[in-house]
């Protein structure tokens, strides 16, 4: 009965991550790089986040995703990067990787307008056998599935304002399409020279699935270290950090606290994030 229960439970929440796994990422308010293609252009020089996180953690077959995203900006108009969302979700593993291309344009003397555009290929399996007894009649197959992902992305910036709207689709064969929108913002407010507060909102829309809001806001030194909290609508409330440990390295931690339908099986979540910038200014 529990490998039954478990099998259940598995499913359901892999439907949430159907077309895309960045919805499974604690941080996506404070890092919409992992959802819209032209977010870092106009940046010259390297940047990359690494992340790893447990969603639901403590339950068996709860969500596991380590992802990255890398970038190399030619100058403050081009850039191009890689991408890639590794997850797992009970006996299922779902996997997507891709590249992208960005273009900044000059719309005033203080304000930019970034075009992204996004092209990767999504991979799942997922074995449930070893999990369901027969004896209890109910088996399922063995189940494995490939396709495409196109997306692209808009980043408008002006002084500390900073506004996205993007969209992934999955192009399944049997015309069962997906889509993922996403719009985002933030606005870098000035408490003293060297520190700010920065509120954050995000809105995603999923034309199969439960649409979600987030906001919250981030208090920081500089780019030196800051905290922060964001809520999630049905899924909880997450607690940030992050400090620059060495020149040009940012260690950050998030810890959530779950709230929403899964809140009885597990009340935390957690991820641990790594990023790298290097500016050839």
Request: hydrophobic residues 40%; neutral net charge.
């Amino acid at each position: 009965m529990k490998k039954i229960i478990l099998v259940i439970v598995a499913c359901c929440m892999a439907g949430t991550i159907w077309a895309q796994t960045a919805s499974q990422y604690l941080e996506l308010a404070k890092h919409p790089e992992l959802v819209n293609p032209s977010y870092e252009s106009g940046q010259k020089g390297i940047s990359a986040l690494v992340l790893y996180g447990e969603k639901w953690s403590g339950f068996k077959g709860a969500p596991k995703t380590t992802g990255f995203n890398a970038r190399y900006g030619f100058n403050k108009f081009v850039g191009v990067g890689v991408k890639g969302d590794f997850e797992k979700v009970g006996h299922r593993h779902n996997n997507i990787i891709g590249a992208n291309a960005d273009v900044n344009i000059r719309i005033s003397e203080q304000s930019y307008l970034g075009f992204g555009l996004y092209l990767g290929a999504e991979m799942w399996h997922y074995s449930l056998e070893d999990a369901v007894n027969s004896d209890n009649g109910m088996v399922l197959e063995n189940y494995d599935r490939s396709n495409f992902i196109g997306g692209f992305g808009l980043t408008y910036r002006w002084k500390r304002l900073v506004v996205g709207a993007s969209s992934y689709i999955s192009f399944y064969t049997d015309e069962t399409n997906m889509a993922n929108c996403y719009f985002t913002g933030s606005y870098d407010i000035s408490v003293s020279k060297n520190w700010y507060i920065r509120p954050l909102a995000m809105y995603c829309y999923n034309n199969k699935f439960d649409n979600f809001y987030e906001a919250g806001a981030m208090f920081g030194y500089r780019n030196l270290a800051g905290v922060g909290a964001t809520y999630r609508e049905n899924q909880g409330i997450n607690i940030m950090a992050n400090v620059e440990v060495i020149k040009m390295l940012t260690v950050g931690a998030c810890y959530g606290i779950n709230t929403g339908e899964l809140s009885d099986l597990s009340k935390k979540s957690f991820e641990i994030s790594l990023g790298f910038k290097m500016n050839r200014d």
